[in-house]
């Protein structure tokens, strides 16, 4: 069964930061495109970053731009989303996403696989 799993999300206070993790289960992350979205209660699911297969290329949304970072460990079979000063507005469900499409950016549709998303809560 192939699969992603998130996890590393948690309650941190505003100004905090979290490292999310993204695995592959079943298959190799190496050779995917891989994306994160997130979802707030009452919202659309929102891309914020995405990286290229080699790991050379993110791009990231005006929301997150310089506080989160999006690398890849390709030995380690695992993508990690790095966030930092985190708001009240960062609180979401986040989900990573693979897809065999190298254009695939901030576009849900182009997605294979999908994880079953970690929750990230930023409160006092």
């Known amino acids: 069964q192939l699969h992603l799993v998130e996890s590393g999300g948690g309650l941190v206070q505003p100004g905090g930061s979290l490292r999310l993790s993204c695995a592959a289960s079943?298959?190799?992350?190496?050779?995917?495109?891989i994306g994160w979205f997130r979802q707030a209660p009452g919202k659309e699911r929102e891309g914020i970053s995405c990286?290229?297969?080699?790991?050379?290329?993110?791009m990231y949304a005006d929301s997150v731009k310089g506080r989160f970072t999006l690398s890849r460990d390709n030995a380690k079979n695992t993508v990690y989303l790095q966030m930092n000063s985190l708001k009240y507005e960062d609180t979401a469900v986040y989900y990573c996403?693979?897809?065999?499409?190298?254009?695939?950016?901030?576009?849900?549709?182009?997605?294979?696989?999908w994880g079953q998303g970690t929750q990230v809560t930023v409160s006092s």
């Open positions: 079943g298959f190799t992350l190496n050779d995917y495109f």
């Open positions: 996403a693979a897809s065999k499409y190298s254009g695939a950016y901030f576009h849900p549709g182009e997605y294979d696989y």
């Open positions: 990286i290229s297969v080699s790991g050379s290329s993110t």
